[in-house]
């Protein structure tokens, strides 16, 4: 029964997550408060090792997630589960390519979905922000303004942010040398 569930629940998360890996963000947002699966924090993990790993963000959630949940076995069906749609739907616009190319109704829809997916990717990056940078249980406790923002992170965050802003270095070498600071700086 599980595998179902890890196939059902990643399916409709690779169903509906139009525009790559970083707009299922909200969707596994979602299934880590619904189920239990995983954690806020972990997907935060997720996307560091993802940005460092090949494949999406999604694929390798749904490969883990299903992992830590059923054993390999469920690593595959809820891979599975995520990949279905996207095959099935472009199985289904290689057959009929030609009428889809210039239909008004798909280039609307698609012209719509835009904006769609740039608020997907949105919510998804602020509730990454939160989650790496806003600590509002110490600011509960503490009341204290410093304790809401960890500003050595905030810092990280605009210097990283700049960097590839103005440096234009590849985001890789961001990567490795944040590793770096927070290993020589203990984050």
């Given at each position: 029964?599980?595998?179902?569930?890890?196939?059902?629940?990643?399916?409709?998360?690779?169903?509906?997550?139009?525009?790559?890996?970083?707009?299922?963000?909200?969707?596994?947002?979602?299934?880590?408060?619904?189920?239990?699966?995983?954690?806020?924090?972990?997907?935060?993990?997720?996307?560091?090792?993802?940005?460092?790993?090949?494949?999406?963000?999604g694929i390798n959630m749904a490969?883990?997630?299903?992992?830590?949940?059923?054993?390999?076995?469920?690593?595959?069906?809820?891979?599975?589960?995520?990949?279905?749609?996207?095959?099935?739907?472009?199985?289904?616009?290689?057959?009929?390519?030609?009428?889809?190319?210039?239909?008004?109704?798909?280039?609307?829809?698609?012209?719509?979905?835009?904006?769609?997916?740039?608020?997907?990717?949105?919510?998804?990056?602020?509730?990454?922000?939160?989650?790496?940078?806003?600590?509002?249980?110490?600011?509960?406790?503490?009341?204290?303004?410093?304790?809401?923002?960890?500003?050595?992170?905030?810092?990280?965050?605009?210097?990283?942010?700049?960097?590839?802003?103005?440096?234009?270095?590849?985001?890789?070498?961001?990567?490795?040398?944040?590793?770096?600071?927070?290993?020589?700086?203990?984050?």
């Amino acid at each position: 029964m599980i595998l179902l569930r890890l196939f059902w629940e990643f399916f409709k998360i690779g169903l509906f997550a139009i525009g790559g890996g970083m707009t299922a963000l909200p969707f596994l947002q979602d299934l880590a408060e619904k189920t239990g699966w995983y954690s806020q924090a972990f997907i935060t993990d997720m996307i560091a090792i993802s940005e460092s790993t090949p494949g999406p963000i999604g694929i390798n959630m749904a490969t883990y997630v299903g992992c830590n949940v059923a054993g390999l076995l469920g690593g595959v069906v809820a891979t599975l589960g995520m990949v279905a749609p996207s095959l099935v739907i472009v199985l289904a616009v290689c057959r009929s390519l030609e009428r889809f190319r210039s239909s008004t109704v798909v280039e609307d829809m698609f012209y719509c979905l835009r904006p769609a997916v740039t608020g997907l990717i949105a919510a998804a990056g602020i509730g990454v922000a939160q989650v790496a940078m806003i600590h509002v249980d110490a600011y509960r406790l503490t009341g204290a303004l410093a304790d809401l923002i960890d500003l050595k992170k905030l810092l990280l965050f605009a210097a990283v942010f700049v960097g590839i802003k103005k440096l234009k270095w590849h985001p890789v070498a961001f990567i490795a040398l944040s590793a770096v600071v927070g290993i020589v700086f203990a984050f």
